[in-house]
């Protein structure tokens, strides 16, 4: 390879390959253009003919996922610059200089991971079944037996909210709703026994982390309204260190959080009382959790696998994201976005706070493919005072075309009208037939809903605003 580039330099500097370039050509992960293939050809005193074959030329190189869930990615190529060693020196040198700290990367990489599965864990499902027994709508005396068979003793204590200021500079409440002290001691604050439901899944976490985990040096924080539902017990500043046991206790809190959910919510029965219920939001009171807990375990117990979930409140803040369908995130938890699209039916809870759900039939644009989404969005209090929308939706298009129907000709349709009629319009009457059956066929009520309103065009960001006229006057200028 060394020789061969060296060769191709002397014949044309310009457009000679490098050493690495080559070696993806070899492996198929890079075609040369024809300036660069005549300068190899005439190393070879060949025509550049001969160095073709019959195989058609890739659009693009991109990652091979399969069936999993989560966005796209993006081609770890050249592969030698993403190798382990590279890596540990580059992520932590990425953290310093962005400000991400070491504690949000790692959520980010169970969020990827959680996504990339689709929420299948069958591990965490089956010891939360033989803990809880498959029994739905678990009392709170239920799950302080199980506690109390585990070995570990419920103290209650007081605590008040506190106002905070988190890293977006948003002011919020917060709230320390338990606390774990090793080695069996759970601290319950006094106004969880206003919220039974938050109660509930305090108790399930630390029933979670007991099983999973060893109770010897387990020292977790549980609370409401701040940055993440998982607070550091310590009150140190935040650093972009990458430290391995700060990664190792994000992931057992979130093994733990989601064993939560397994065991206030087991699949089976909370699968067959979403079917009977049509998958609505209010089904939480019949299992008797919050609706966080409920919408988040829809996503794991429908057979369809194509859901988001948003936790927000703020402007712009998301506490919760999971995205197993691959839509875009409509802001981050990371930074404030300047040009955030105001169509999202979270964004517009937010502004316009009212009673019950509601229901919206979105379009966007996912790479050059429109998708259509229905989303069932609810807004709620939690117990430090905070406003917050939770928001779980599907992905209709896998649908649409398991039906034998064409997913990108209907949305493409759908998109056309949008925006000929300023971003929303009525469902014309013979998609709103096929978005019907589908409705039908996944027992989801809220999507029958969503289509007797206006369809709404939605963007990741308003620098790419389809709409005519643009929501943001750059895009107008374009």
């Known amino acids: 390879m060394e020789d ?15 050493v690495s370039y080559l070696s993806m050509i070899e492996r198929g992960k890079r075609v040369p253009s024809i300036d ?24 693009a190189i991109t990652p091979d996922k399969g069936n999993r869930g989560g966005i796209s990615g993006m081609a770890l190529e050249p592969s030698f610059l993403f190798s382990n ?26 969020r990827a991971h959680q996504e990339s599965l689709q929420n299948h864990f069958p591990d965490l499902e089956r010891a939360a079944e033989e803990v809880g027994l498959k029994r739905l709508n678990l009392a709170v005396e239920d799950l302080i037996d199980i506690a109390k068979s585990l070995g570990i003793q419920i103290r209650w204590v007081n605590r008040t909210p506190k106002d905070v200021v ?14 774990f002290e090793p080695p069996s001691t759970i601290y319950l604050n006094e106004i969880l026994k206003q919220y039974p439901t938050r109660l509930k899944y305090d108790l399930a976490v630390y029933i979670g982390h007991c099983i999973l985990h060893s109770k010897e040096g387990l020292k977790s924080v549980l609370s409401v309204g701040h940055n993440s539902s998982w607070e550091d017990s310590g009150s140190s500043e935040p650093t972009s260190v990458l430290n391995s046991q700060d990664i190792l206790q ?34 939480h009171k019949l299992a008797g959790v919050s609706p966080s807990v409920a919408m988040r375990r829809m996503t794991v117990v429908s057979p369809y696998p194509h859901w988001h979930y948003f936790d927000a409140y703020g402007p712009g803040k998301l506490k919760a994201v999971y995205r197993g369908n691959g839509i875009p995130l409509p802001w981050g938890n990371m930074r404030t976005v300047a040009d955030p699209c105001q169509h999202w039916a979270v964004f517009r809870r937010l502004s316009e706070p009212k009673a019950g759900s509601s229901a919206q039939i979105s379009i966007l644009n996912v790479g050059d493919e429109p ?5 069932e969005s609810v807004n709620m209090t939690d117990p430090a005072g905070n406003n917050r929308v939770l928001c779980a939706g599907i992905d209709l298009n896998p649908a649409i075309d398991a039906q034998g129907g064409d997913s990108r000709s209907i949305a493409e349709e ?13 469902i014309p009457r013979h998609i709103k037939k096929d978005l019907t059956t589908i409705a039908k066929i996944l027992n ?21 605003c389809p709409r005519k006229p643009s929501c943001y006057a750059k895009c107008g200028e374009e």
């Open 166 to 179: 988190d890293e977006l500079g948003i002011n919020a409440k917060q709230l320390v709703t338990s606390f």
């Open 250 to 283: 994000a992931w057992r809190d979130f093994e733990s959080s989601f064993f939560a959910g397994a065991l206030l919510c087991p699949k089976v029965p909370f699968r067959q009382l979403l079917d009977r219920s049509g998958y609505e939001i209010d089904v």
């Open 4 to 18: 061969l580039s060296a060769r191709c330099i002397r014949v044309n500097p310009e457009y000679a390959p490098s």
């Open 371 to 375: 998708r259509i989404y229905c989303c």
């Open 85 to 110: 060693d590279i890596l540990q020196i580059a992520i932590p040198e990425m953290l310093s200089q962005t400000g991400i700290t070491g504690r949000q990367f790692a959520h980010l990489l169970i």
């Open 36 to 59: 660069m293939l005549e300068v190899i050809a005439n190393v070879f005193q060949k025509e550049p003919t001969w160095f073709l074959d019959d195989e058609p030329e890739q659009q």
């Open 414 to 426: 759908l998109k056309a009208s949008c925006v000929s009629n300023g971003g929303s319009v009525i």
């Open 444 to 464: 989801i009520n809220w999507i029958e809903r969503g289509i007797e309103t206006e369809a709404r065009l939605i963007c990741s960001r308003g620098g790419s």
